[in-house]
């Protein structure tokens, strides 16, 4: 779809606002600084990314062709490569990402970086996925590992396949739970709900990532971090998913529980203030 004009509506609580009718990003790739289209790039099949997941990456959205709290992500790169021992030279990864950033134009849509054991900096603009005004969720349980903690690595396998298992028993997406029942966030963004009429999220102490638009949601909002068991999930007043594409999404119902609002009021709150910083930024 190189060079095709494409237009995205993102519709919320049913009317369409003004300001998301943008032009999608054209579908372009940067491999170690050598840039063309996303589906014609390629690199050796021996790169332990690709037949390890061995590797960390970034996903940041764009928009009128600037990539939001790129700062934040290019920092929790940093640390999920120390993590994992994986050396990499961020100013040519940065020089790179620039550059492709100079093709998007105005456009909305996603840049991800892709840092591989094999020693590429893989740089891609895409459009931003598709997502439902609202969305439902059914548990998976899921263990977190935790030599991966603070690290967000390419072995994405057991998240994608959560969110399969989800849709296999018709729901829009997962919700993690661990063996024990303690709730954690989806596969990929992460998790608020509001119990006693107050907002919160999942502690990082629970081995969750260390979401950006968590951060913010926090910031902006005052949620606390408290430890939810899957028992007290029939008790939710509200519930939403905070990640960097979806910004906030309501939450209609858990595990085929309707939950009383979606949106209620603290979900409508976050997804207007988060918004009004980035228009802001
Ligand atoms: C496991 C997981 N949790 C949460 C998130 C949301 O993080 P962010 O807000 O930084 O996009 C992601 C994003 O991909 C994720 O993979």
């Known amino acids: 779809m190189v060079g095709a004009d494409r237009y995205v509506i993102v519709v919320f609580q049913g009317s369409a606002r003004p300001w998301s009718v943008l032009r999608d990003v054209d579908e372009l790739a940067s491999v170690n600084g050598t840039i063309g289209p996303a589906e014609e790039m390629t690199i050796p099949v021996t790169d332990d990314g690709l037949l390890r997941g061995d590797g960390v990456f970034e996903v940041a959205r764009l928009y009128g062709g600037r990539p939001y709290a790129w700062d934040e992500h290019l920092e929790r790169l940093q640390r999920s490569a120390a993590n994992v021992r994986l050396e990499f030279d961020l100013d040519a990864a940065k020089a790179e990402v620039d550059a492709l950033l100079a093709?998007?134009?105005?456009?909305?849509?996603?840049?991800?970086?892709?840092?591989?054991?094999?020693?590429?900096?893989?740089?891609?603009?895409?459009?931003?996925?598709?997502?439902?005004?609202?969305?439902?969720?059914?548990t998976v349980t899921y263990a977190p590992t935790r030599?991966?903690?603070?690290?967000?690595?390419?072995?994405?396998?057991?998240?994608?396949?959560?969110?399969?298992?989800?849709?296999?028993?018709?729901a829009g997406e997962a919700l993690l739970v661990t063996p024990h029942g303690r709730v954690l966030e989806a596969p990929t963004s992460a998790f608020f709900y509001v119990l006693d009429g107050r907002l919160h999220t999942p502690p990082l102490a629970d081995h969750i990532l260390d979401s950006i638009t968590r951060r913010h949601v926090l910031e902006l909002t005052g949620a606390t971090a408290r430890v939810l068991h899957r028992d007290q999930l029939a008790e939710l007043e509200e519930?939403?998913?905070a990640s960097t594409t979806r910004e906030v999404q309501p939450v209609a119902a858990i595990d085929g529980r309707a939950l009383p609002r979606a949106p209620g009021p603290h979900t409508v709150t976050a997804a207007e203030w988060l918004r009004q910083r980035i228009d802001a930024s």
């Open 103 to 138: 093709r998007a134009g105005a456009g909305d849509g996603t840049i991800r970086l892709v840092i591989t054991r094999g020693g590429r900096r893989i740089a891609i603009l895409a459009p931003l996925p598709a997502h439902r005004p609202t969305t439902t969720l059914a």
């Open 239 to 241: 519930a939403f998913l």
């Open 147 to 170: 030599v991966l903690d603070a690290v967000k690595s390419l072995s994405y396998a057991a998240n994608m396949l959560a969110g399969r298992m989800a849709a296999e028993s018709g």
